[in-house]
């Protein structure tokens, strides 16, 4: 069924531009709409409707009301069939926590292309800037609905597809905030169809993620030989850590450190609200040593905060001169980078990281969102490093760390030696 469609800014003319047909990832309507934060949007119906209940969620003067519009929303979003095939049918009721305000306003949209209720409510607030506010942090999300449609829709040829995806490169197990084991991790994915994995449990500098010692890390490794063994020849786990991007650019895990990890992913946590741009921040973590992927570059959140704001273009440039793999973080509350960004650094030549970042078994299925959204940016395989053999991601992985490695060798054989008397 069509379904990609772009459209211009507000709500209006979403269920007949929903409806129009056009190809996945392979050309851009004229008069399509630029977003300021990439290239044009897609219209998502499903999440369209779910917006305008935040919207009245944003408005109400009580927790209770506000969970009430929240919960419903969350249903919405998370169908995995068109809440206008629901309303034709009348059977939007049946969905869980839909009560009969959520009811009303869905339909007005579905069939008229806005909510007259939620305008009215915007209108009476005195305050429709907090509604524009709250509507800029829902951007380019996708819904579930939308995000198995990119999926099953035909791509242009070579555009990544769920077949051509090996493994994930950016979760989390007991050894920093996962609730799961690694090998329990690892048969989860194994039975997704996954081939391999990187484990990247959050990194010393940031307890609150009750991030992990090198001396953790080194039994950890451990863990990680003894498992490889027992599955050598169906599935390989790699050693990864998720090290903390600082305010300067700089990383918690010192370079020496790096070089004993097979790849490392550097990720922003920190000063995420901020409004200035933060562009010598990102590019300084691209050119550290060891990066091989630049993990969630915003830190966006649904709903909650934009994110990092930079040139990304400059960042981009950066990464792809240093063969680092932008993430396209999964997690559906992040969802980051989405396909617009996605598509300009397609365009300076990067390579791509698409992953799930779970935390428990369940959460390993967001890396298909990461793949939708590679998917609507017309993302070839092969510049996918999920999609890569093992031969060619150690190889990836040494080449990230270059001389770095070498350095660190040649310290700890220093060390090692006697000092002269």
């Given amino acids: 069924m069509p379904w990609k469609s772009h459209v211009s800014s507000g709500l209006h003319g979403w269920a007949s531009d929903f409806r129009e047909s056009v190809t996945l990832a392979t050309h851009r309507k004229k008069d399509a709409a630029p977003s300021s934060r990439g290239g044009a949007s897609i219209a998502d119906f499903n999440l369209a409707a779910a917006a305008l209940l935040y919207d009245m969620a944003a408005l109400q003067p009580t927790d209770r009301s506000r969970f009430g519009y929240k919960r419903a929303a969350r249903a919405i979003a998370g169908l995995s069939v068109r809440v206008a095939d629901l309303v034709a049918a009348g059977t939007l009721r049946e969905v869980p926590f839909v009560g009969p305000s959520s009811e009303r306003i869905i339909t007005e949209f579905v069939r008229g292309g806005s909510s007259p209720t939620v305008e009215a409510a915007v209108a009476r607030s005195g305050n429709p800037s907090l509604i524009e506010e709250k509507r800029a942090l829902r951007d380019g999300y996708l819904s579930h609905a939308v995000m198995a449609e990119a999926l099953a829709t035909p791509a242009a040829p070579g555009v990544v597809t769920p077949a051509d995806y090996r493994g994930d490169f950016q979760m989390h197990s007991t050894w920093s905030d996962g609730t799961e084991t690694i090998e329990i991790m690892a048969k989860a994915a194994m039975e997704l169809g996954h081939s391999c994995l990187g484990i990247t449990d959050h990194s010393y500098g940031l307890p609150i993620a009750r991030g992990i010692s090198m001396e953790k890390a080194a039994r950890q490794w451990t863990e990680i030989d003894a498992l490889n063994a027992e599955l050598k020849g169906s599935f390989r786990v790699f050693k990864g850590i998720e090290a903390n991007i600082l305010v300067d ?50 830190g966006r959140m649904f709903n909650s905060r934009p994110g990092i704001s930079a040139d990304w273009a400059a960042v981009f440039a950066q990464a792809a001169k240093h063969g680092v793999a932008i993430e396209l973080d999964g997690n559906w509350h992040r969802q980051d980078i989405d396909y617009r960004l996605a598509e300009r650094a397609l365009a300076a030549g990067c390579i791509f990281a698409l992953d799930s970042d779970a935390h428990s078994t369940g959460e390993l299925r967001f890396s298909d969102y990461a793949i939708a959204h590679a998917r609507l940016a017309g993302v070839p395989a092969e510049r996918v490093i999920n999609c890569w053999s093992d031969e060619r991601l150690d190889e990836w992985m040494r080449e990230r760390h270059g001389s770095t490695a070498k350095r660190a060798r040649a310290r700890r054989a220093a060390r090692a030696r006697p000092t002269p008397r």
């Fill in 249 to 298: 650019g700089s990383l918690d895990v010192q370079p020496d450190e790096r070089a004993r990890f097979e790849f490392v992913v550097a990720s922003p946590h920190s000063q995420l609200r901020r409004k200035e741009p933060q562009t010598a921040r990102m590019v300084t973590a691209v050119k550290a040593q060891g990066v091989a992927i630049l993990g969630h570059p915003r």
